[in-house]
């Protein structure tokens, strides 16, 4: 092939390529309307508890899914979840204006992408690689965008973005959020955005969510100094929390988001936190007793105990995943 036929055969393929991603994006688009969005899921004509016990329910029993799924050979890429930090999903997404803020998540979002869009069916069709995922199924489950939600894989990698975000929607009088974890902290663009968001004035909520364990290395082994203190030295506000409590998360994150809106400033929003389950799939080297220490911090059952109709809410939130599941699975396959 001369290399003029062989430029022009790679600018067909990028034609017919850019094509198709047109097509998946004006489809996707259509789907991305308030009307599809399952906001009854969330429960918001519900009291805070019981509306966060659902919330955190949904999370849970989509999770435990997708693992199994997963073991079924049935999901498209990797996966990680979130149980055990469900409180910390709800009780922060429930603080922000979902209309107006934006939410920069990272590998482990699908809890805090339940939290925000009560899409369960939209969420497991992308992840089982379905056009009728959120993304058409082409980002699956770390790379969601939807609305103001946007999740990357690239530990550190959202937090300068949060920043641009949070400055370029700040006139809006929006506040942009990022999740990071404690295996994060390694990471030099965490600490220049915290610079820049402090320099410039961002109104970004840094929510750090300390597990102790970034996949398999304990925190002790590559995190030094302490989490909690490493902001106030770039002139960034504090806020720290360390439980299992929705109720106790929230009222904190909407006293830092306030914060946050009101002087124009950036924060530091601490959450000691628990994973109960592996990094991933079958992936899980902690000892015996470092995982009874984290399965007793589950943020499910003191909830539980707090609302009546628990059993009902359960089977509410089993249907709705039993039927995400069904939908999912009967439609095509985005890369089929
Ligand atoms: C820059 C970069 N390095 C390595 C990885 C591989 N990786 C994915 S998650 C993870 C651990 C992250 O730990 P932490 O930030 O504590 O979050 P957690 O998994 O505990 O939620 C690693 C090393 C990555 N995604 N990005």
Redesign the pocket.
């Known amino acids: 092939m001369t290399k003029e036929r062989a430029i022009r055969k790679d600018e067909n393929v990028l034609a017919s390529s850019l094509a198709e991603l047109q097509i998946v994006t004006s489809s996707t688009a259509r789907n991305l309307t308030l009307a599809r969005t399952e906001r009854g899921l969330l429960g918001f004509e519900l009291p805070a508890a019981v509306r966060f016990y659902q919330q955190m329910m949904l999370i849970r029993l989509v999770e435990e899914r997708l693992l199994d799924l997963f073991s079924q050979g049935l999901l498209f890429g990797t996966t ?1 979840t ?1 149980i055990g ?1 469900e409180a910390n999903a709800v009780g922060v997404i429930n603080a922000l204006d979902r209309d107006r803020d934006i939410v920069w998540s ?3 979002c699908h809890g805090h992408f339940i939290a925000y869009s009560g899409e369960v069916e939209g969420l497991i069709a992308e992840i089982m690689g379905r056009v009728t995922g959120i993304c058409g199924g082409r980002g699956g489950s ?1 790379h969601l965008c939807f609305r103001n939600f946007h999740s990357n ?5 959202i937090a300068p973005v949060a920043v641009g975000s949070a400055l370029a929607r700040k006139d809006e009088g929006a506040v942009a959020v990022v999740f ?6 390694g ?1 030099g663009a965490v600490y220049e955005s915290l610079n820049l968001a402090s320099v410039f004035a961002a109104p970004v909520v840094f929510v750090i ?7 398999t ?1 304990p ?1 002790h082994l590559t995190v030094s100094g302490s989490i909690v203190a490493r902001a106030e030295p770039f002139g960034v506000r504090t806020f720290a929390y360390d439980g299992n409590d929705p109720i106790a998360i929230y009222e904190l994150a909407q006293e830092a988001i306030g914060y946050v809106r009101a002087k124009s400033r950036p924060c530091w929003l601490y959450l000691r936190t628990e ?1 109960i389950g592996p ?2 799939k079958g992936d899980d080297t902690r000892p015996a007793e470092r995982l009874e220490q984290a399965r007793a911090r589950d943020p499910i059952p003191p909830m539980r105990r707090r609302v009546a109709n628990a059993d009902e809410i359960d089977a509410y939130c089993l249907n709705v995943v039993d039927r995400a599941v069904e939908s999912a699975a009967a439609a095509a396959l985005a890369r089929g």
């Open positions: 990680h979130s930090q990272n590998h482990r770390q894989g690239i530990q550190g990698g990071l974890g404690d295996g994060t902290m990471e969510e300390d597990n102790e364990i970034a996949q290395t925190k994973r990094h991933s």
